[in-house]
């Protein structure tokens, strides 16, 4: 008789340990349907945002899979091609985060953000081969960014960009193995010079590190003149082609 009370004991348990977990995968699937249908099209118009700015396959051969979320002190948030004046993004955003994945969390995999900009002078006359980095910062723990390294200091101002607006992109890439960087380059502070700040290319800098693909991206549009635009002035090459690295990336019928 005791035995069968326990026998009767357990199927209950069984039983109700069964009820419990079917309510609990049934909410998951009804929040999954609900869910992935949202976050897929958010990742469809950040692709289609991406491919109507002239990022993908232009600058970057495939879509970033996750995107960098950047908001500025004043509260304003990149947003694919938000635009935003040069006093808006004068002191660096105070939040940024992006999505870790598992594995690479589990791995305690660290990450690289910059911020760089290709539209020098202007996006569609832009030299190509030379850009600017705005900021550096490596060897973060997972999206901890305010614990990573800056080996570029922050610096929203670009001499060299006409008055238009300038794609500017905030790229996150994801180091390999565990150790910090081996970076070589020279740190890069406010006060240095516009040929350090400039000599630079992100598919360099990641063919140099062994970065891959960019992990995660965002950008926004950045108005260099507090004037309305009111379409391209004629470059300024000859004030451009006083700066020994741009001139060397410069083609020669745009050299004076």
């Known amino acids: 008789m005791k ?9 209950f348990r069984s039983l109700t340990l069964s009820v419990v977990i079917t309510d609990f995968m049934t909410h998951v ?19 289609e945002n991406l491919k109507a700015y002239q990022v993908v396959p232009q600058l970057f051969k495939k879509f970033p899979p996750h995107e960098v979320k950047v908001r500025y002190q004043h509260g304003r948030k990149v947003d694919f091609g938000t635009i935003f004046s040069e006093d808006e993004i004068d002191n660096p955003p105070n939040k940024i985060s992006w ?23 202007a996006r569609e006359i832009a030299i ?25 200091e922050y610096k929203a101002h670009e001499p060299f ?5 300038h794609r500017v992109f905030f790229i996150v890439y994801r180091q390999k193995g565990k ?32 970065l891959g693909d960019p992990y ?10 507090s004037e309305p635009i009111m379409g391209y002035k004629i ?8 700066n020994e690295h741009i001139r060397r990336h410069m083609p020669n019928s745009h050299i004076p």
């Open 3 to 11: 035995a069968r009370r326990m026998d009767l004991n357990e199927f």
């Open 29 to 47: 699937f009804h929040s999954k349907r609900t869910l992935c249908p949202i976050l897929f099209r958010a990742a469809t118009a950040n692709q």
């Open 99 to 121: 999505t870790v994945e598992r594995k690479y969390e589990r791995a305690k995999s660290m990450f690289a953000l910059g911020m760089f900009g290709p539209d020098i002078p």
């Open 128 to 152: 190509g081969t030379y850009q600017w980095q705005h900021w550096l910062i490596i060897d973060i723990p997972g999206d901890k960014w305010k614990e990573g390294r800056v080996v570029t």
């Open 161 to 165: 960009y006409i008055n238009d607006l």
């Open 179 to 210: 150790d910090s960087l081996l970076y070589t380059d020279p740190y890069v502070s406010v006060h240095a010079s516009d040929n350090l700040r400039g000599n630079f290319h992100w598919e360099n800098l990641s063919r140099k590190y062994d």
């Open 216 to 225: 995660a991206i965002n950008f926004l549009q950045l108005n260099s003149s």
């Open 235 to 242: 470059p300024p090459y000859e004030e451009l082609a006083k």
